[in-house]
């Protein structure tokens, strides 16, 4: 039975995994939509602090 559990949590662990690279990926897709958006310096440095934050 421990070993059945071990199968199981390393395939749920890989798709959370993956989960959460998709995620990483989205929020760099996003970050670089609003860096294109920036209109001055000052908005791209407040750009650039929300979504370091966010990782």
Do not use: C
Not at 9 to 33: F, P, V
């Amino acid at each position: 039975m421990k070993h059945l559990g071990s199968i199981v949590h390393s395939l749920l662990g890989g798709i959370r995994q993956d989960e959460a690279t998709t995620q990483r990926k989205q929020i760099y897709r996003d970050w670089d939509r609003e860096r294109r958006n920036a209109l001055t310096p000052s908005d791209l440095a407040e750009i650039d602090a929300i979504f370091s934050r966010a990782l």
